[in-house]
């Protein structure tokens, strides 16, 4: 299989233009969990027949019927896109063997081609099973591979199959001969370790080199933040109290002038709080789902429980964002709290489901396996009705409750005029260099996020990605902290939406580079798998600039809140 990515949509096993073995009766659903199916899997029943011990060679599975010039072509163009099939055995899924390119070491890739370069479908395959001889006499499963391969061949009188020959090349009206053979292999891997030969960090030095370039980056800004509190700010706070204890009038200058201003409520106070709040959901809901994966709590062999999670953290923690964005709005003198609620519960839950509606309409006019069932949808929307919207209304209860977060300085009637500011203090061209550090923090762990979702590998560095989100939100809010001190040493206190935006821009750096890997690492040139890349991108990034805002704007704030608490205003 190549490098590059030719498809992103899934189709059935059994999905009639393929025209494969189908067990007698018709092939049984499986029970999914609700990640499972949101992730696109769908598990049936098959004609193979696997007894423990049992080998079989060259075992006819089956004779399909004629497949018609119109599947054929389907079915070549699915070849030419490089699919590949996908088995679960005794809860393993079936893999190939592969090697990373790097350190050249051999590892478990999941899924086997279903055909060769020039058409050659496979209809043949040998399937190695390895297992595990336990102390009680019992054998578990601990590895599947599968060598495919094409075979022209037929069946005789006996109904045996024989080859007339060369590979299996489809035209149009063939009949297609499925044959298997099963080998059996004794392994010393345990049943406990039987997903490490699948679980392979890929150059895991590169995942240090990014942890490390991370780092740098943190300490860096931690230093440059550092200095900023103990010797600008300590000195600056120094002698403002110095001169208000002298009896001289003396002319405010620096960051105090703007005292009377910079907690001045900002514009679209009610979409700024429900955007914290939601941002501080997401937040919540990412960090304890990683603290699960890490702690491994969520195997990879437990199918979908990822994605059932991460919906149960995120409807769960939606009492975080009502009470986060109730506290917010209150603060910056909002009272149209009836509207705080409605929007906090349902602006960004509902623009993510309306996009993945509109997304799945693209998988069901293509006839993919990924698209979302109907009922699945429902499912969601009661479960959004039932726990995140009474909880997200407690908390916004609960917040409105509260008393009014009281800041340390008044604010003037009168707004202070702000001056001309250096162009690189100009909104666009701060915001945008804001967000430059946040991204570089984690683009390279990125990189292999993206390859685990759009490659359908298994992504298994979780302690790394563990440790990159601690170090995304140290550099938001450092970044911010930065940007918003320089900001207010040139007299400008318009902070509120560009503390958001400028941590939040790392969302948008994640678009523009989701479109680089676009063109260098994916083949794609069909208009509904490039609408569906697209779409899921951008609603990734949608999240992400959500998720960093919210974590610069609370980290601005808290620093606002702290230095002009240290000074003496009349």
Not at 495 to 509: I, Q, V
């Given at each position: 299989m190549s490098n590059q990515?030719?498809?992103?949509?899934?189709?059935?096993?059994?999905?009639?233009?393929?025209?494969?073995?189908?067990?007698?009766?018709?092939?049984?659903?499986?029970?999914?969990?609700?990640?499972?199916?949101?992730?696109?899997d769908r598990i049936f029943t098959s004609k193979f027949k696997l007894s423990l011990g049992t080998k079989e060679d060259n075992k006819v599975l089956c004779v399909s019927d004629q497949i018609p010039k119109k599947d054929v072509d389907f079915i070549n163009e699915c070849i030419?896109?490089?699919?590949?099939?996908?088995?679960?055995?005794?809860?393993?899924?079936?893999?190939?063997?592969?090697?990373?390119?790097?350190?050249?070491?051999?590892?478990?890739?999941?899924?086997?081609?279903?055909?060769?370069?020039?058409?050659?479908?496979?209809?043949?395959?040998?399937?190695?099973?390895?297992?595990?001889?336990r102390e009680d006499g019992k054998n578990r499963v601990v590895g599947v591979l599968v060598y495919p391969s094409s075979r022209n061949q037929k069946l005789n009188e006996k109904d045996q199959p024989v080859s007339e020959g060369g590979p299996l090349i489809l035209r149009g009206g063939e009949s297609v001969v499925y044959t298997y053979s099963v080998k059996w292999e004794e392994s010393?891997?345990?049943?406990?370790?039987?997903?490490?030969?699948?679980?392979?960090?890929?150059?895991?030095?590169?995942?240090?080199?990014?942890?490390?370039?991370?780092?740098?980056?943190?300490l860096f800004l931690t230093g440059m933040v550092a200095m900023i509190l103990i010797r600008a700010l300590n000195k600056d706070i120094s002698r403002y109290n110095a001169l208000d204890a002298q009896e001289d009038v003396q002319e405010d200058y620096g960051w105090k002038l703007v005292h009377g201003d910079v907690f001045r409520p900002p514009q679209r106070p009610m979409l700024l709080s429900v955007l914290v709040g939601n941002g501080t959901q997401i937040v919540a809901m990412t960090g304890l789902t990683l603290v699960f994966a890490a702690l491994g709590f969520l195997s990879p062999s437990n199918r979908g429980?990822?994605?059932?999670?991460?919906?149960?953290?995120?409807?769960?923690?939606?009492?975080?964002?009502?009470?986060?964005?109730?506290?917010?709005?209150?603060?910056?003198?909002?009272?149209?709290?009836?509207?705080?609620?409605?929007?906090t519960v349902g602006l960004v839950p509902g623009a993510i489901m309306s996009f993945l509606f509109a997304m799945?309409?693209?998988?069901?006019?293509?006839?993919?396996?990924?698209?979302?069932?109907?009922?699945?949808?429902?499912?969601?929307?009661?479960?959004?009705?039932?726990?995140?919207?009474?909880?997200?209304?407690?908390?916004?209860?609960?917040?409105?409750?509260?008393?009014?977060?009281?800041?340390?300085?008044?604010?003037?009637?009168?707004?202070?005029?702000?001056?001309?500011?250096?162009?690189y203090l100009r909104s666009i061209p701060s915001i945008m260099m804001g967000g430059i550090l946040p991204f570089g923090a984690i683009f390279i762990e990125l990189y292999f996020i993206m390859n685990s979702i759009w490659f359908h590998r298994v992504y298994y560095g979780i302690g790394f990605l563990f440790l990159v989100f601690v170090v995304l939100m140290l550099t938001c809010s450092q970044v911010t902290i930065l940007m918003c001190y320089f900001h207010l040493c040139s007299e400008d206190y318009h902070?509120?939406?560009?503390?958001?935006?400028?941590?939040?821009?790392?969302?948008?750096?994640i678009f523009l580079y989701s479109i680089l890997?676009?063109?260098?690492?994916?083949?794609?040139?069909?208009?509904?798998?490039?609408?569906?890349y697209l779409g899921y991108s951008s609603v990734i990034s949608m999240l992400m600039t959500i998720f960093t805002g919210s974590v610069g704007y609370l980290s601005c704030l808290y620093f606002l809140q702290k230095i002009f608490a240290s000074i003496k205003v009349d």
């Open positions: 990515q030719k498809s992103v949509l899934s189709f059935d096993y059994y999905d009639e233009r393929f025209h494969f073995c189908q067990p007698e009766g018709g092939p049984k659903k499986q029970t999914e969990s609700l990640g499972s199916v949101l992730f696109g030419a896109n490089e699919y590949a099939l996908n088995w679960v055995v005794d809860g393993l899924p079936a893999a190939h063997v592969t090697s990373d390119e790097r350190t050249n070491e051999e590892y478990y890739s999941i899924g086997f081609a279903l055909g060769s370069n020039k058409n050659q479908l496979n209809n043949h395959y040998d399937i190695h099973i390895s297992y595990h001889h010393s891997t345990a049943w406990a370790t039987r997903w490490d030969s699948y679980l392979h960090v890929l150059d895991p030095s590169i995942h240090w080199f990014s942890l490390v370039n991370s780092i740098v980056i943190v429980a990822l994605g059932t999670v991460m919906v149960i953290f995120f409807m769960v923690f939606s009492c975080i964002s009502g009470y986060v964005s109730a506290r917010l709005y209150k603060m910056n003198g909002g009272d149209n709290w009836k509207l705080n609620i409605f929007l799945n309409f693209f998988l069901l006019n293509s006839g993919s396996s990924g698209a979302v069932p109907f009922a699945t949808m429902f499912t969601l929307l009661a479960l959004w009705a039932l726990i995140a919207f009474p909880l997200s209304v407690a908390g916004s209860y609960l917040g409105f409750r509260k008393p009014r977060i009281e800041h340390p300085v008044r604010t003037n009637q009168i707004p202070r005029q702000i001056p001309d500011q250096p162009l902070w509120s939406w560009r503390s958001f935006l400028t941590s939040g821009a790392t969302g948008f750096y890997y676009y063109f260098t690492k994916l083949d794609i040139n069909s208009f509904t798998s490039t609408m569906l």
